[in-house]
């Protein structure tokens, strides 16, 4: 389990992280989401004591990260997937991680083999791909088998089937009752992995939350609901406390019922229904709205595509 409480972090005059309090409990994924800036990369810098909090404190399994004497038992992480020595090979940096965390050597070759560099071991780590490189990130995290994994953006540089390995590795660390926290700013990602999330903007956290109820939680989900005789299926909605509005393509959308209510409401009166579709909000709707006004770095709308110049 991470806990981390009332975590401050300034750099001169930006303050990175305001006040941050969230649990990451073990036996489950929790993403960790916040837009670019937000203070994602800080706060695990902080669990793994690189970076000093100015207040406030973060514990690994109830202590801080650096009062263990051989942390990568413990915590395996990976940060910066391009922070290893380029002349060493696969090999020989993760034999080194593993002699100096007194990890028995028959570890790198398990561990190369769990993430698929097997045959990639003895070429030199500065020729690797992004992709080669997080997977040795991840051979590196997994080396001292810790019941606490972090990984900041690990499908970073993967190809759609590395994207789809890690996504099963993760679930099946957290299966084996690990804590797994990854970050990223695409809720798209964690929709696929993550059983819990803590969301931040602007260093504070927004949402500290389980995916089922941050996406029950979405207060528009409406049903969407195409009917010939639309004005006498809005009487009758109406009528039962549902409210209904008219889409520009004239689609009725009604929130108040649910589409069986609304099913067995146009079937007593007889109306005919071409279409009856229950609208949920995306994952990544949702999280867009609930962090729009914690973006720092908003991208202008593209502009229409102007019409060809008339010859
Ligand atoms: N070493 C540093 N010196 C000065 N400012 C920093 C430093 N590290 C981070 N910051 C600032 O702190 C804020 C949070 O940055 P951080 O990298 O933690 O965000 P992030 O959520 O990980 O972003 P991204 O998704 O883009 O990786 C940003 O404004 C950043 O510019």
């Given at each position: 389990m991470?806990?981390?409480?009332?975590?401050?972090?300034?750099?001169r005059?930006?303050t990175?992280?305001?006040?941050?309090?969230?649990?990451?409990?073990?036996?489950?994924?929790?993403?960790?989401?916040?837009?670019?800036?937000?203070?994602?990369?800080?706060?695990?810098?902080?669990?793994?004591?690189?970076?000093?909090?100015?207040?406030?404190?973060?514990t690994?399994?109830?202590?801080?990260?650096?009062?263990?004497?051989?942390?990568?038992?413990?915590?395996?992480?990976?940060?910066?997937?391009?922070?290893?020595?380029?002349?060493?090979?696969?090999?020989?940096?993760?034999?080194?991680?593993?002699?100096?965390?007194?990890?028995?050597?028959?570890?790198?070759?398990?561990?190369?083999?769990?993430?698929?560099?097997?045959?990639?071991?003895?070429?030199?780590?500065?020729?690797?791909?992004?992709?080669?490189?997080?997977?040795?990130g991840?051979?590196?995290?997994?080396?001292g088998?810790?019941?606490?994994?972090?990984?900041?953006?690990?499908?970073?540089?993967?190809?759609?089937?590395?994207?789809?390995?890690?996504?099963?590795?993760?679930r099946?660390?957290?299966?084996?009752?690990?804590?797994?926290?990854?970050?990223?700013?695409?809720?798209?990602?964690m929709?696929?992995?993550?059983d819990?999330?803590?969301?931040?903007?602007?260093?504070?956290?927004?949402?500290?939350?389980?995916?089922a109820?941050?996406?029950?939680?979405?207060?528009?989900?409406?049903?969407?609901?195409?009917?010939?005789?639309?004005?006498?299926?809005?009487?009758?909605?109406?009528?039962?406390?549902?409210?209904?509005?008219?889409?520009?393509?004239?689609?009725?959308?009604?929130?108040?019922?649910?589409?069986?209510?609304?099913?067995?409401?146009?079937?007593?009166?007889?109306?005919?229904?071409?279409?009856?579709?229950?609208?949920?909000?995306?994952?990544?709707?949702?999280?867009?709205?609930?962090?729009?006004?914690?973006?720092?770095?908003?991208?202008?709308?593209?502009?229409?595509?102007?019409?060809?110049?008339?010859?």
């Open positions: 991470i806990e981390a409480v009332g975590l401050v972090k300034r750099y005059d930006v990175a992280v305001q006040g941050l309090s969230f649990t990451v409990p073990a036996g489950a994924v929790t993403g960790f989401l916040g837009p670019n800036g937000s203070g994602k990369s800080t706060t695990m810098r902080m669990i793994l004591g690189l970076d000093a909090p100015d207040a406030g404190s973060v690994v399994n109830g202590r801080p990260y650096a009062g263990y004497r051989r942390p990568l038992h413990e915590v395996g992480a990976l940060l910066d997937a391009r922070a290893v020595a380029p002349g060493r090979s696969a090999y020989h940096h993760l034999r080194w991680l593993a002699l100096s965390n007194g990890i028995p050597r028959s570890r790198v070759g398990e561990v190369l083999r769990q993430v698929g560099l097997a045959s990639a071991a003895r070429q030199r780590v500065g020729g690797f791909s992004l992709g080669m490189a997080q997977r040795l991840i051979a590196a995290a997994l080396l088998d810790p019941p606490v994994l972090m990984f900041d953006e690990p499908v970073n540089g993967l190809d759609p089937e590395g994207v789809a390995w890690i996504r099963g590795l993760l099946s660390l957290a299966g084996q009752g690990r804590t797994v926290f990854l970050s990223s700013h695409l809720m798209s990602e929709a696929m992995t993550a819990r999330l803590v969301i931040i903007g602007r260093g504070r956290l927004i949402t500290e939350t389980g995916v109820d941050f996406l029950a939680a979405g207060g528009d989900n409406y049903t969407r609901v195409r009917c010939a005789e639309n004005d006498e299926l809005t009487a009758v909605l109406a009528g039962r406390g549902a409210t209904v509005r008219r889409e520009p393509d004239g689609a009725l959308r009604v929130t108040g019922a649910t589409a069986d209510e609304i099913g067995e409401a146009a079937r007593v009166r007889g109306l005919g229904l071409l279409e009856l579709s229950p609208q949920r909000m995306s994952l990544e709707q949702r999280y867009m709205e609930l962090t729009r006004d914690a973006t720092d770095y908003h991208a202008t709308d593209p502009a229409p595509a102007s019409a060809p110049a008339a010859r």
